[in-house]
């Protein structure tokens, strides 16, 4: 399970041959990576992730998921029969992936990194509370699209899993000016 802890600093880079520092548009003349501070706002903010994992095989599986942020790391959950989970169990390496899907507007970003299960009964308590806040109702309620996930993952029906992130990239568009931002951790 990724160690508990303050939030990782990373160093961030403007990848110019994806950005409009190499393409200039009116308005692109300064274009700058984005703040890490600023992907995490986007990442408390959003709502669905996509899971990428890889079969045993080597073929993809992508998913969506819920998720949360807690102390340096994303974290989402599955039931224990479930395809990606039967995959961390072969390769731990994943991708969540969030954002828009407008051509000239928003903030897609990119989490990679090794998923370990929440082994721990005290940081799973902190990560239910995460979910809860931050998907309230959708948990909380008993009309709730999650409601009960607190105790199926505190029984063990359901896996909750933590990617602290090795790499992370955003790909930003703002009227026609694009930027390509790595972090690395």
């Known amino acids: 399970m990724p160690a508990q802890g303050p939030a990782q600093h990373p160093t961030t880079e403007l990848d110019a041959r994806y950005s409009s520092a190499l393409n200039p548009r009116p308005g692109a003349a300064d274009v700058t990576a984005t703040d890490w501070a600023e992907a995490r706002r986007q990442l408390d903010a959003a709502e669905i992730f996509w899971v990428s994992t890889v079969r045993a095989d080597g073929r993809l599986h992508v998913t969506p998921v819920i998720a949360a942020w807690h102390e340096g790391a994303l ?27 407008s051509l000239t507007e928003g903030l897609d970003l990119v989490v990679e990194g090794p998923a370990e299960q929440v082994a721990d009964p005290a940081l799973l308590e902190q990560v239910i509370a995460a979910y809860e806040m931050k998907y309230g109702p959708h948990i909380t309620s008993s009309e709730g699209t999650f409601h009960g996930i607190g105790d199926a993952l505190r029984k063990g029906d359901v896996a909750m899993f933590g990617v602290r992130p090795a790499t992370a990239y955003g790909f930003g568009r703002d009227d026609g000016v694009y930027t390509h931002t790595r972090w690395t951790f």
């Open 75 to 101: 974290y989402f959950s599955t039931g224990p029969g479930e395809q990606k989970a039967k995959n961390l169990a072969h390769n731990g390496h994943c991708a969540l992936t969030t954002g828009g899907n």
